[in-house]
């Protein structure tokens, strides 16, 4: 009896994903809007902008068993040139760099944690920071179908890292989800997020 099976997405794999989803949410984002609140209380769009800016590039450093670091956040937003391209770039050198070979195996960061489970932090971000952006600026979010694998996975993530992630401060109290939620809304309840959140 043949036993083999045929392996999952890659962490890479599913940040390309993320990545094609984000993209066009952050090209978007009028300049008018970066003052607005977001559903992350602590960040208005370009706070939040910046702090995505930042996963993707110091997740790259993560990748290749670097250091990273998150002490302060630049303002890439103020860099110059155009953040929204600089950003898409960025964000596809991440999906190079978590494809690299043993990117995703052993351990990775300052408290030597699996490098999958890194990887898998990454696309949580891109892919409920996607939804923050872009229901900041009024509009709707939701994964195609062929995210459905990314929101799987995500939820399984975030049962795992929930506890502790809590206590860091990374995202809030689960929160009630709607009756016949979607498996994203789920996802976003369990970040402590409203799945019905709106700027008015």
Do not use: I
Request: proline share 7%; aromatic share 6%.
């Amino acid at each position: 009896m043949d036993t083999s099976r045929t392996p999952g997405p890659t962490v890479s794999d599913l940040l390309a994903l993320a990545v094609e989803r984000v993209a066009p949410v952050v090209r978007a984002l009028p300049d008018d809007c970066l003052g607005d609140p977001t559903p992350c209380a602590d960040y208005d769009v370009r706070a939040l902008v910046n702090h995505l800016f930042q996963v993707v590039v110091q997740f790259q450093e993560l990748a290749a068993k670097r250091d990273s670091d998150f002490s302060t956040t630049p303002d890439y937003v103020a860099e110059g040139g155009d953040w929204r391209e600089r950003f898409v770039a960025e964000a596809e050198k991440l999906v190079r760099a978590w494809g690299e070979p043993g990117a995703d195996q052993g351990a990775t960061g300052a408290m030597d944690m699996p490098a999958e489970m890194v990887g898998h932090m990454a696309l949580l971000d891109l892919t409920v920071h996607a939804w923050d952006l872009a229901r900041a600026t009024g509009e709707e979010f939701q994964p195609d179908a062929g995210s459905a694998v990314v929101v799987a996975r995500l939820r399984e993530t975030v049962d795992g890292l929930g506890p502790t992630a809590r206590k860091m401060g990374v995202f809030g109290e689960p929160v009630t989800a709607p009756e016949k939620a979607s498996d994203f809304e789920l996802l976003l309840a369990q970040t402590g997020r409203d799945p019905h959140w709106s700027r008015s």
